[in-house]
């Protein structure tokens, strides 16, 4: 009989392990979710900068400001 109880137990402690694993994968899984639409919001945002910085036509400062060196040079 105390092998039984002691099987029993065995059996309730990975079962209880098995779901604390469970839970932990579900918790993990919906961390990942969020980061991985996070990550495409700013891959998203990334693009739409890079393509507004492509049309933006070169302001007559930008051009002085690359001919002349700062004064601390």
Do not use: W
Request: no cysteine; hydrophobic share 40%; aromatic share 6%.
């Amino acid at each position: 009989m105390p092998k039984t109880i002691e099987l029993e137990q065995r059996i309730a402690e990975l079962e209880m392990k098995i779901a604390f694993q469970e839970n932990t994968i579900e918790e993990l899984n919906q961390a990942l979710v969020e980061q991985q639409f996070a990550l495409d919001k700013i891959q998203l945002q990334l693009r739409y900068m890079a393509n507004k910085l492509k049309d933006m036509q070169p302001s007559n400062i930008a051009s002085q400001a690359e001919e002349t060196p700062p004064p601390h040079y």
